[in-house]
């Protein structure tokens, strides 16, 4: 069984950028897709990125999100910050059978 | 559009049960593998149970399995969760999710419930 690890808190100002990375604990990061998700605060999770790299409907083009197989790592990558970006961020992943793993989530401050 | 309601959390007193219903609209129910992921207070989210398609096929973390029950109702469009001997570690908001896929297992969650608190205390 594997985690995905997450820092516990990020943040940055307007405008600029910031990565946020999932590393897996065991296995490989490219033999399952990784998810994220954002959850506002006092909201239900959305779907922002799907199968390692594409965004839900709606999604904009500023959140881009990768995998990197030398660090057994995804990130997720959100350009050009804005204040209604803060939020909690998790990435997820399955195992391939039946078991879906969250990261313990980051919280974004864009102050 | 596709709807998820919870309902059915409450506070509870330790060791007694609950059962968790999420209503569902907007889509073909029967078609898709549904979840409940719980999250407790300031902590992140936590997979905790998952139906195939049709309810033949159940999945849980180790960590409730045993205690968490999930099954579903596609005549009347309903996912429902089971938990028996609440303990206090149970505190939690139970979202339900519907998976990504059709017919089967997928590997994410594309649709979310606001959620039903449940809170377990003496």
């Known amino acids: ?111 | 559009q596709v709807q998820l309601v919870e309902s059915g959390g409450g506070v509870v007193q330790p060791a007694t049960s609950l059962k968790l219903s999420c209503a569902t609209s907007g889509f073909t129910f029967s078609n898709y593998a549904m979840h409940w992921v719980r999250q407790a207070p300031g902590k992140g989210l936590e997979w905790v149970a998952s139906v195939s398609y049709d309810g033949s096929r159940e999945a849980y973390p180790d960590s409730v399995k045993g205690q968490f029950t999930i099954s579903r109702d596609n005549s009347g469009n309903i996912l429902y969760l089971q938990i028996s001997n609440l303990r206090v570690e149970d505190t939690a908001m139970y979202y339900c999710a519907r998976d990504s896929k059709v017919r089967w297992f997928g590997h994410y969650f594309d649709y979310w419930g606001q959620g039903t608190l449940v809170s377990v205390s003496s």
Not at chain 1, 20 to 26: E, G, L, Q, V
Not at chain 1, 74 to 89: F, M, N, P, R, V
Not at chain 1, 90 to 106: E, K, L, M, P
Request: aromatic share 10%.
């Open chain 1, 1 to 111: 069984n594997f985690m995905l690890t997450q820092p516990h808190s990020v943040s940055e100002s307007p405008g600029r950028t910031v990565v946020i990375p999932c590393t897996r604990s065991s296995g490989t990061i490219g033999s399952n897709y990784v998810q994220w998700y954002q959850q506002r605060p006092g909201s239900a999770p959305t779907i922002l990125i799907y199968e390692d790299d594409i965004r839900s409907f709606g999604v904009p083009h500023r959140f881009t999100a990768s995998i990197d197989r030398s660090s057994n790592s995804a990130s997720l990558k959100i350009s050009g910050l804005q204040t209604e970006d803060e939020a909690d961020y998790y990435c997820q992943s399955h195992d391939g059978d039946s078991r879906w793993v969250f990261g313990g989530g980051t919280r974004l401050t864009v102050l």
